[in-house]
C-alpha cells in the first residue's frame, strides 16, 4: 500500500494568512488596534539590564519622536529666536535715559592773570512715538566760577518735541519693521509645524516598514523551510531512482537562492530598526543596540476618503507652506509701505522749551526755575537729497518683490493642488491593489499546490517546482507590500494636504 505523502504546499497554508486587526487606537487612529493581538517578532539584537526591547505601538513611536527627535528639538527653537527679533525692533520705542557730568579749568594770561572754569551735568529722558515723534525733557545744572567774579549757578529745565511731517512720520512707516518682526515669528511657527508633520509622517511610515521587513523575514524563512523540504524529498527521489540526478540542481540552486534573499531581508530589518531608533531616540542609553517589538500590525483602515476636491480645499487652507507664502506677501505689502515713505523729503517740525533759574548755589537756582526767565525756540528742518536714487531703488526692489511673491503663491497653490491630487489617485491605487495581490496569491498558492502535486508523481520536475515556489514567494511579499503601501500612501495624503497633526490629535501648542 502508498503511503501518503505529505506535500509542501499543505505545510505553505498554515503560514500564509496574514492577520487583519481593525479597532479604534487611543489616539484614534483608524489603522490601528490597541486591543489586537501584539507582534513579538523584533531583530536579533542582543539585551541586557540596561537594554531592554523597546515595545511600542503606533501612537507611542509619534509622542516619543516629538518628545525626543534631536533634529524636531533645534527647530523648536527658531520661534523663540525670531521672537527676539520682535522684542528687538519694538525696543526703539522704549523710553531711554542719559547723563552727563563735565568740568572744565582754563588759566588766562592776556591781561591778568585769572583762572576759572565750569562744571555742569545733566539728565535727560527721551522717548520716540509710533506718530513719528521724538519727545525729550531732562534736566541741566552748571557752575560758572572765576578769580573775577562770585560763583553763577544755573538750572535749567527743558522739553524737546520734534515731529517728522513726510519722511519719517506716520504709523504705519514707524510700526513697519514690528509688524513684519512678528509676521517672521509666525512664519517660523508654520515652518515649525511643516517640520513637525514630516517627522509624524516619516515615523509612521518607518514603523509599517518595519512591520513590513518583520513579516518578509517570516515569509523568507518558510520559503528556506520550503526549498530544504523540497531538496529533501528530490533527493529521496533520486536515491529511489524515481528521477535523475539533474534535478538536484534546481533544488539546491533554489534552496541558495532563498538563502539569500533571507540575508538580504535581514539587513534591510536592520537598517530600518536604525532608522526608526533615529527618529524615536528613546532616552536611554545604548540607542544603537535596542530591539524594537511592534505592537501594532499592518491592517486595512476604516477610512472613507472625502472627493479629491475637499481634499484640495484643505491643503490650501492648512498647508504651512501655503501659509508662509502668505505671510511672505503681508511683509512684501509692509516693505513698500516702508520703501514708499522713504521717497519723501525729510521734514522735521521742532520746538525747543525751556525754564532757567539763576543764584548763587544750586538750592538758590533750582527754586528760581519758577521765575519769569524762560527760552524757546522752534523750526522746521529739510533734507532732499538730489536724485533720490537710493530711497528709489529700494522700492522698486520691494514692489517687484512683492509682485514676485504673489507669483510664488499662484504657483505654490497649483503645485499643492497637483500633490493632492496625485496623493488622492495613490490611495485609490493602493486601496484597490490590496484586493488584487490577494487574488494573485491565492492563484499563486494553487498554481504551487498543482506542481507539487505533479512532481510527486513524476509529471513535473524540480525546476518547474522551484519556479512556482518563487511565484509564490513573490505574491506573498507583494500583497504585505500592497497593505502597506496603502497605510504609507494615506499618510503621505494627509501630510500632504496639512492635516495630519490634526488627525493624529497632536495640538501645535505642544509644538512651541
Not at 278 to 292: A, D, E, M
Not at 398 to 415: D, H, I, K, P, W
Request: proline share 3%; hydrophobic share 40%.
Amino acid at each position: 500500500m502508498r503511503k501518503k505523502r505529505i506535500f509542501p504546499a499543505d505545510l505553505l497554508t498554515r503560514f500564509l494568512i496574514i492577520p487583519v486587526f481593525c479597532a479604534l487606537w487611543v489616539l484614534e487612529f483608524p489603522c490601528i488596534s490597541e486591543g489586537a493581538e501584539k507582534q513579538t517578532v523584533q531583530t536579533g539584537v542582543s539585551s541586557s539590564a540596561e537594554n531592554v526591547p523597546l515595545a511600542i505601538t503606533l501612537g507611542d513611536a509619534i509622542v516619543m519622536a516629538l518628545k525626543n527627535n534631536r533634529a524636531l528639538r533645534v527647530e523648536r527653537l527658531n520661534p523663540s529666536i525670531r521672537k527676539t527679533y520682535e522684542n528687538q525692533e519694538s525696543a526703539v520705542f522704549d523710553p531711554a535715559v542719559s547723563a552727563e557730568v563735565s568740568a572744565s579749568r582754563e588759566r588766562s594770561l592776556e591781561t591778568t592773570d585769572t583762572t576759572g572754569g565750569i562744571t555742569d551735568g545733566g539728565v535727560e529722558i527721551t522717548k520716540f512715538l509710533p506718530t513719528g515723534t521724538e519727545l525729550s525733557a531732562g534736566i541741566t545744572a552748571y557752575r560758572d566760577w572765576s578769580d573775577l567774579y562770585s560763583d553763577r549757578y544755573g538750572t535749567r529745565l527743558g522739553l524737546t518735541v520734534t515731529q517728522s511731517l513726510l519722511r519719517g512720520g506716520g504709523i504705519d512707516f514707524n510700526l513697519a519693521s514690528v509688524r513684519q518682526a512678528r509676521l517672521d515669528t509666525l512664519s517660523s511657527q508654520y515652518e515649525l509645524r511643516g517640520f513637525a508633520e514630516n517627522l509624524v509622517a516619516e515615523v509612521e511610515m518607518t514603523y509599517w516598514n518595519y512591520a513590513l521587513a518583520i513579516r518578509q523575514i517570516e515569509i523568507y524563512r518558510q520559503s528556506v523551510d520550503l526549498a530544504e523540504h523540497q531538496l529533501k524529498e528530490t533527493e529521496e527521489r533520486i536515491s529511489v531512482g524515481t528521477i535523475g540526478e539533474i534535478e538536484l540542481a534546481a533544488a539546491r540552486a533554489e534552496l541558495a537562492l532563498r538563502k539569500e534573499a533571507m540575508i538580504n531581508a535581514q539587513s534591510n530589518l536592520e537598517s530600518i530598526r536604525l532608522r526608526l531608533l533615529r527618529l524615536l531616540n528613546p532616552s536611554n542609553n545604548g540607542l544603537w543596540n535596542r530591539g524594537i517589538t511592534l505592537k501594532n500590525l499592518p491592517a486595512v483602515p476604516d477610512v472613507k476618503l472625502d472627493d479629491v476636491e475637499s481634499h484640495s480645499a484643505v491643503a490650501l487652507r492648512m498647508r504651512p507652506d501655503l501659509n508662509q507664502a502668505r505671510l511672505a506677501i503681508n511683509r512684501g505689502d509692509i516693505e513698500i509701505v516702508k520703501t514708499k515713505n522713504g521717497l519723501l523729503p525729510k521734514m522735521d517740525l521742532f520746538i525747543n522749551l525751556g525754564k532757567t533759574g539763576y543764584a548763587d548755589s544750586f538750592g538758590g537756582s533750582a527754586e528760581d526755575i519758577g521765575g519769569k526767565g524762560y527760552d524757546i525756540s522752534g523750526g522746521i528742518a529739510f533734507e532732499w537729497p538730489i536724485g533720490n536714487r537710493d530711497a528709489e531703488s529700494r522700492h522698486r526692489r520691494a514692489v517687484l518683490g512683492r509682485q514676485q511673491a504673489g507669483e510664488a503663491l499662484e504657483n505654490l497653490t497649483q503645485l499643492a493642488e497637483l500633490d493632492v491630487r496625485l496623493a488622492y489617485i495613490e490611495v485609490n491605487r493602493a486601496s484597490q491593489q490590496i484586493t488584487a495581490t490577494a487574488a494573485t496569491r491565492s492563484l499563486e498558492e494553487e498554481k504551487l499546490r498543482a506542481e507539487t502535486e505533479k512532481f510527486s508523481v513524476g509529471r513535473s520536475t524540480a525546476l518547474l517546482v522551484a519556479q512556482a515556489q518563487r511565484d509564490f514567494l513573490d505574491s506573498q511579499i507583494t500583497e504585505v507590500q500592497a497593505l502597506v503601501n496603502y497605510l504609507n500612501s494615506l499618510v503621505d495624503l494627509f501630510r500632504l494636504e496639512g492635516s495630519l497633526l490634526e488627525r493624529r490629535g497632536v495640538s501645535t501648542d505642544s509644538l512651541h
